[in-house]
């Protein structure tokens, strides 16, 4: 088990957008990528 996991975007849901922006900007939580990578044990 990797240490580290991959997960979606709690800000975006992994949309990768800004929440209540239009289309366009970038979510500042995960870069526009829509995904976050989280660690297990503390994180
Ligand atoms: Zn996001």
């Known amino acids: ?3 580290t996991g991959e ?3 709690p ?3 992994g949309k990768g957008k ?3 922006k239009a ?3 970038a979510c500042p939580e995960c870069n ?3 995904k976050v990578t989280t660690g297990i044990g503390g994180g």
């Open 32 to 34: 526009g990528t829509g």
């Open 11 to 13: 800000a975006c849901s």
């Open 18 to 20: 800004g929440k209540g």
């Open 23 to 25: 289309d366009g900007d």
């Open 7 to 9: 997960n979606l975007c």
């Open 1 to 3: 088990m990797p240490a």
